[in-house]
């Protein structure tokens, strides 16, 4: 019967971000969304709540500009929305960050599961969920690829480098999920409209009792990453010619 | 410069999932459907899956309850992709309005959520071998027989033809009454009609549309099928033709802008002479003149949108719209198409679906030359 939390970030469209001549990063035209990935956490929890006969919460810390994704969010399938809505986010760390949910959690009744991303379509950390597990001193499991709840059960499979790991744990708990977990499907007309008439909760980081909300890092510049290519062509002789030429550089570089 | 019309963060989330989902379940199959010719049933499916069929609809029918802003985004998203000939949109928005409007409890209980949901696929019969543009004159008869009508007759040019499990056919029931007084509408399931056979027509363009030539030889139809009163069919077709002519002025625009989105980046990549053809004054004057239509007519368009979602009279006004969008995207494509030379002829190139496309615009719903009669009547002319 518990709630369902599904975190979210809202981040810049990435095929919006322009790179600068000095290879600063542009944001101005960009559009923002809820992170890709987010989606799937937040099906995630819609489906994990419907399992728990509960309700599913989407929760976002995040500025003012972060109203924009409320509706989004909902027109997903939460119950509701819950918007902590402070200027830190834009500088707020995994710490911040973490703090700040780990608060909200507590705030609301009767939780028994909260869903992360594995990581956002933007900075991929993989900060929250970890951190937010300690926060809430609640169980852990990471890379999640399946989901399966039986009573106060939550049994979940997580996509490793090498294997897949089946893991149980005792409700509540807290997990990030892998884009594998579900399709994320595009939200119908009637979830749409639907979506403004399902109730938010905005907080401010005040409202949470939180004394400590300083970034425990600072970001010193954000430079775009220029990859250096050799473009070398290999036009000498035939197809097999230029193969073997083409591998032999390859091992060269101990690439191969 | 900003649209005027009033879209809602729900409009704008709307138009954001709309087109991700056209371009994951019709962008990528659309060439295959054009050679089939056909859409397939599974779309309109897809479609009623994720209520996106008849926006308008209200909820105790099985819709979502939009309003017209939302059919409006669909239109221009489908056109955007070159999405030409998909008419889920006559199915869902100019079909499924008629049962809606004039339908009885019943009929609208059977019909429109199976509409809504895309189970069932719906076309209008309206023109005949020799009926288009002067309705008035058509020859389809409905005779009463009992608990029955008895329907003869031919159709042509009907869209969503070959698909379609339903249709409304506009026969003359009195033959005594002025032409327009004596037409009524029948629901005519197509579904073990005896008497009934459709044949493709095959067209220059539209291809992915199902567009069919229709024949009716003793149809028995039942009582219960008759849409509306007797008689009073020519008038029902009147009445929503304001939304409709607008809807159509919307996807020829659509056409249009989509004619200019291809060639503008065509011509900044195409060298000749040693510069690209961007670089010509000739390319630089024509597709700025283009643009410059485009945008007249998307203010003139949205303008009117507004009025007519405020529920005013634009009788001449549409005609206008009707007429000059049409004419404007055929235009458009024709003089698009010439950046292409030889490759502007050729199917892989999507200026040459525009071309032939764009070219049926001024025919369908209402031909540029019946919107002009409209437009000099309304001058007092």
Redesign the interface.
Same mark, same amino acid.
């Given at each position: 019967m518990g709630k369902v939390i599904a975190c979210y970030k809202w981040v810049p469209d990435e095929a919006d971000i322009k790179i600068n001549s000095d290879h600063t990063i542009d944001l101005s035209k960009a559009k923002w969304k809820i992170s890709d990935y987010d989606k799937n956490a937040i099906e995630a929890a819609v489906q994990a709540a419907q399992v728990l006969e509960g309700k599913a919460v989407s929760l976002t810390f995040g500025g003012a500009n972060a109203k +924009?994704s409320l #509706?989004?969010a909902l027109?997903r399938g939460p119950d509701e929305a819950c918007w902590i809505n402070s200027d830190l986010a834009s500088e707020a760390d995994g710490f911040v960050t973490a703090t700040v949910l780990a608060a909200a959690v507590r705030k609301m009744e009767d939780v028994s599961l909260v869903i992360c991303a594995e990581g956002a379509s933007d900075t991929y950390a993989r900060q929250i969920t970890p951190r937010l597990g300690a926060e809430l001193d609640w169980p852990v499991i990471t890379s999640v690829s399946n989901i399966s709840i039986n009573g106060n059960t939550i049994r979940a499979e997580r996509q490793l480098d090498d294997c897949i790991q089946t893991v149980e744990a005792e409700l509540p708990a807290v997990i990030s999920v892998l884009p594998e977990v579900n399709d994320a499907p &595009?939200? +119908? &007309? #009637? /979830?749409?409209?639907a /979506?403004?008439k399902k109730p938010v909760t905005e907080l401010g980081d005040k409202d949470l009792g939180i004394t400590d909300l300083t970034s425990k890092t600072r970001v010193q510049s954000q430079k775009a990453y220029v990859m250096i290519r050799k473009n070398i062509i290999f036009t000498e002789g035939d197809a097999l010619d230029q193969v073997k030429e083409l591998v032999g550089n390859l091992k060269k570089e101990g690439i191969l | 410069m900003d649209r005027i019309l009033p879209f809602t963060d729900e409009h704008k989330m709307f138009r954001e999932a709309f087109g991700k989902f056209l371009d994951k379940e019709a962008v990528p199959y659309y060439d295959q459907w054009e050679k089939n010719g056909t859409v397939p049933r599974d779309f309109f499916k897809k479609m009623g899956d994720k209520g996106y069929i008849s926006v308008w609809l209200p909820e105790e029918y099985g819709g979502p309850g939009g309003d017209l802003l939302y059919m409006i985004i669909q239109t221009e998203e489908y056109t955007a992709r070159g999405l030409n000939g998909i008419f889920v949109r006559l199915h869902g928005d100019v079909i499924a309005p008629y049962i809606y409007r004039i339908g009885t409890e019943e009929q609208k209980k059977l019909w429109l959520p199976l509409a809504a949901k895309g189970e069932k696929i719906f076309a209008i019969a309206m023109s005949e071998p020799d009926a288009g543009s002067d309705l008035a004159n058509l020859q389809a008869k409905a005779v009463k027989d009992g608990d029955y009508y008895v329907l003869n007759g031919n159709k042509a040019f009907i869209s969503n033809g070959m698909l379609a499990d339903m249709i409304i056919v506009a026969a003359r029931t009195d033959f005594e009454a002025k032409p327009h007084k004596g037409v009524s509408l029948f629901l005519v399931e197509t579904a073990n009609l005896e008497g009934f056979s459709r044949k493709r027509h095959n067209k220059i363009g539209l291809n992915a549309q199902d567009t069919a030539e229709l024949s009716f030889v003793d149809c028995r139809i039942p009582q219960e099928a008759l849409l509306g009163e007797e008689n009073r069919g020519f008038f029902y077709l009147m009445e929503k033709l304001q939304q409709e002519r607008l809807v159509a002025a919307v996807n020829a625009l659509g056409q249009a802008r989509r004619s200019l989105d291809v060639t503008i980046p065509y011509v900044q990549q195409r060298k000749m002479f040693g510069k690209t053809l961007a670089k010509f004054q000739n390319t630089q004057f024509e597709l700025a003149k283009m643009a410059t239509e485009i945008e007249m007519a998307q203010s003139f368009i949205d303008q009117l949108t507004i009025e007519h979602m405020a529920d005013k009279t634009l009788t001449k006004e549409v005609s206008m719209a009707k007429y000059y969008c049409c004419e404007l995207a055929s235009r458009v494509s024709t003089k698009c198409l010439q950046f292409f030379g030889g490759y502007g002829v050729c199917e892989e190139f999507p200026i040459s679906r525009q071309f032939v496309d764009t070219r049926f615009l001024s025919i369908l719903a209402g031909a540029s030359e019946v919107q002009l009669v409209i437009v000099a009547r309304e001058m007092g002319l």
């Open positions: +924009s #509706k989004d027109s &595009l939200p +119908s &007309l #009637k /979830a749409v409209i /979506a403004s | -």
